[in-house]
């Protein structure tokens, strides 16, 4: 199973990025996939989830109004699109895979990406 992150990179405070989550070697519709966030020094965050078909979507409450996850299980792949970034944003960005999952912030997640690094500047 590989999950390849993509899109992060350095934005002012306000800017918006979209990242990319690109999953091979699963059934990608059997999966809940989720977004996390490390920032330096703190422990990892859960950001935002999406049930197999989008049906239901979770977000943090840092980011709810400003993020927004989708899918499309055609292309095996799940989106961040972030707007209104703040500085307190910054950090690496992981997607995650839950096999059945309900997307939940509290779910154990059987795989992870590497992730992809988001610099807000203020």
């Known amino acids: 199973v590989q999950l390849v992150e993509s899109g992060g990179g350095l934005v002012q405070a306000g800017g918006s990025l979209r990242l990319s989550c690109a999953a091979s070697?699963?059934?990608?519709?059997?999966?809940?996939m989720g977004w996390f966030r490390q920032a330096p020094g703190k422990e990892r965050e859960f950001v935002a989830g999406i049930t197999r078909y989008g049906t239901n979507i979770y977000y943090a409450d840092s980011v709810r109004g400003r993020f927004t996850i989708s899918r499309d299980n055609a292309k095996k792949t799940v989106y961040l699109q972030m707007s209104s970034l703040k500085p307190e944003d910054t950090g690496v960005y992981y997607c995650?895979?839950?096999?059945w999952g309900s997307g939940k912030a509290n779910e154990d997640y059987d795989y992870s990406g590497q992730g992809t690094q988001v610099t807000v500047s203020s």
């Open positions: 070697g699963l059934t990608f519709s059997s999966y809940a």
């Open positions: 995650a895979a839950d096999l």
